[in-house]
Each structure stands twice: as C-alpha cells, then as structure tokens.
C-alpha cells in the first residue's frame, strides 16, 4: 500500500473515531466492512469519508453528525 493510501485510510478512520465515539479497530472495520459491501475498495470508501468530511468543513477533532452541538 502506498503512503498517501495509508494516510487517507488514516484521515478516514480518525475522522470515524471522532463522530462515531469508537475505536481505532473498530473504525477501520467499518471502512472494510463498508468497502466490501459496496464492491469497492478500503482506499475509495476511506476517500469518500475524507472528501464528505471537507465539504462539510470538518476540522480535526470536531464532532460531526447526530454528536454534534446545536448552534
């Protein structure tokens, strides 16, 4: 696997650890999980996660999605 890969897995699954409250593990999981439901690869679900991530302007460490505080 390529650097850059395991750097976007890495984003990906650090961004799933923030909004789902889970694990490292259990983050990776569900991008293999999601990848081999989807017929696709870990890398293309992984930048999926990273590019939604960017559209909604999520910065490191912030809580996404149902976690998130109201404004």
Excluded: K, N, W, Y
């Excluded at 999981?29 to 939604?52: F, I, K, N, P, Y």
């Amino acid at each position: 696997m390529r650097v850059d890969a395991r750097f976007v897995i890495g984003q990906a699954t650090g961004l799933l650890m923030a909004d789902l409250r889970v694990g490292a593990v259990q983050a990776f999981d569900l991008l293999r999980r999601a990848g081999a439901r989807e017929g696709g690869s870990l890398l293309t679900v992984a930048q999926q996660v990273v590019m939604a991530a960017e559209a909604c302007d999520v910065r490191p460490g912030e809580v996404v999605g149902a976690h998130a505080p109201s404004r």
